[in-house]
T-cell receptor, first 111, second 113 residues
Framework: NAGVTQTPKFQVLKTGQSMTLQCAQD?????MYWYRQDPGMGLRLIYY???????DKGEVPNGYNVSRLNKREFSLRLESAAPSQTSVYFC??????????FGPGTRLTVL | QKEVEQNSGPLSVPEGAIASLNCTYS??????FFWYRQYSGKSPELIMF????GDKEDGRFTAQLNKASQYVSLLIRDSQPSDSATYLC?????????????FGTGTLLAVQP
């Protein structure tokens, strides 16, 4: 069981470039989440998917889009990266109302 | 007022002592409460969850919940240097079919050998 996996681990982008962060889980969880973590701000929810086929905005959705590709995979896309999106991004998954399990994270720097 | 508040620390305790980490929340209807540990440069890992008022023990860890006072705490007995990390409190709000968690900013614990 790999749990929650994320790719890439590190990424450097220039302002205006686009990229997609990939997340997959092998725990047969229904729900998946994308967070960003910034110093002093804690973990903030960007988007989540309660079940396959549904996605909803979290606390800080602006500048991001998501796709729930299937039950296992949930991707996060930055269409036009900005320096304010420099952060550590975590994907998580859970059964419906239970504890969330986190992936190893992606460290993104936007120059 | 933040929805979930934690003292950022650092909380420094000697090895072998009890570390007490506290968290308060503002939504009185909150239903589920979680403690995560995060080592520097790593992802959060779940330590414990608690749903009902009172204490819940798991090894050296005890979670305490008081819904009337809207606080949840984590006690770590016999603290070890390996417990040095940031501890995140997370709360699931009440109402609606959602598992969205609200996280505090975390308390940095330093266990001194």
């Amino acid at each position: 069981n790999a749990g929650v996996t994320q790719t890439p681990k590190f990424q450097v982008l220039k302002t205006g470039q686009s990229m997609t962060l990939q997340c997959a889980q092998d725990m047969n969880h229904n729900s998946m989440y994308w967070y960003r973590q910034d110093p002093g701000m804690g973990l903030r929810l960007i988007y989540y998917s309660a079940s396959e086929g549904t996605t909803d905005k979290g606390e800080v959705p602006n500048g991001y889009n998501v796709s729930r590709l299937n039950k296992r995979e949930f991707s996060l896309r930055l269409e036009s990266a900005a320096p304010s999106q420099t952060s550590v991004y975590f994907c998580a998954s859970s059964r419906q109302y239970n504890e969330q399990f986190f992936g190893p994270g992606t460290r993104l720097t936007v120059l | 007022q933040k929805e979930v508040e934690q003292n950022s620390g650092p909380l420094s305790v000697p090895e072998g002592a009890i570390a007490s980490l506290n968290c308060t929340y503002s939504d009185r209807g909150s239903q589920s409460f979680f403690w995560y540990r995060q080592y520097s440069g790593k992802s959060p890992e779940l330590i414990m969850f608690i749903y009902s008022n009172g204490d819940k023990e798991d090894g050296r860890f005890t979670a305490q919940l008081n819904k009337a006072s809207q606080y949840v705490s984590l006690l770590i007995r016999d603290s070890q240097p390996s417990d040095s990390a940031t501890y995140l409190c997370a709360v699931r709000r009440g109402g609606g079919a959602t598992n969205k968690l609200i996280f505090g900013t975390g308390t940095l614990l330093a266990v001194q050998p």
